[in-house]
């Protein structure tokens, strides 16, 4: 299903999985508010997120995107949880990210890729689960992922967490805020040995979120209007007529 995760804030594009493979090309363009007319490049810059980008059963139906630089999206990096890590200093042991990027057309095109099997728990619900520092993710329930991330406490069957989501996203930094990106969704091709038959209605979910940045703002400190002058002093009473 297309449109908004249930239960959260990310945005979902499903393919279906066809052995060949299947890949779709979105425009992400930004509207005014309740309208369908473009805004135009932004004043600042902002980040795409894309997560769970990850394969199937024997590593069929590998999931990957694609963005390619041109005079609309202007320059932009995609970047892991490996770098987030670094940039922000967050202290060893960190995450690394299972999620490959490669180049092509002399570095114009930039390609993410899944590397590890997905489960479908796993997959995140909203931007919160990554933006936080690795030690403030929690863990959450669901079937034994191998190697187990954390410990099973308090009766949970905690076997993935987190930080199995934080390994699978990236970040597309456009730092000139332009106002529209194309983004290339793909599937791989399924070996005929690989999963079997397909089964019917068979898809897989891309999600996605954007986040602005703002700039520090400066206002010109307004100060109240000075009172107003006392008035003049009263001039002396003029003196008696003489007798």
């Known amino acids: 299903q297309n449109g908004r995760v249930q239960d959260g804030d990310l945005g979902v594009v499903n393919l279906a999985i066809v052995a060949s493979g299947n890949e779709c090309e ?6 005014l508010s309740g309208t369908h007319t473009p805004v135009g490049n932004l ?3 902002y980040t795409a ?24 999206t202007g320059p932009f ?12 200093g ?23 890729y899944g590397t590890e099997r997905g489960y479908g728990f796993d997959n995140p ?13 929690v863990p959450v329930d669901g079937v034994v ?32 805020g332009p106002g529209q990106f194309t983004v290339t969704y793909r599937l791989g091709q399924i070996p005929i ?14 999600l996605y979120s954007v986040l602005g940045t703002y700039p520090s703002v400066f206002v010109t400190p307004q100060y109240p209007c000075p009172p107003p002058s006392p008035p003049p002093p009263s001039p002396p009473p003029s003196p008696p007529p003489p007798s």
Request: glycine share 6%.
């Open 26 to 31: 979105f425009l992400y363009q930004f509207m």
């Open 43 to 45: 004043s600042t810059g």
């Open 49 to 72: 997120f894309f997560y769970d980008l990850d394969n199937g059963v024997n590593e069929p139906s590998t999931e990957s995107i694609e963005l390619c630089k041109s005079d609309q």
């Open 77 to 88: 990096e995609m970047t892991t949880i490996e770098e987030a890590c670094r940039d922000q």
């Open 90 to 112: 967050q202290p060893d042991p960190c995450l690394n990210t299972t999620v490959n990027v490669s180049s092509h057309g002399s570095g114009e095109c930039l390609v993410a």
């Open 125 to 137: 619900t909203n931007q919160s689960q990554i933006l936080q520092p690795v030690a403030d993710m």
């Open 145 to 176: 992922y191998d190697p187990p991330i954390c410990n099973v406490a308090n009766g949970r069957n905690c076997t993935t967490s987190e930080r199995v989501i934080a390994q699978r996203y990236i970040n597309v930094t456009f730092t000139e």
């Open 193 to 206: 040995d690989g999963i079997g038959q397909i089964p019917p209605r068979a898809g897989r979910n891309f």
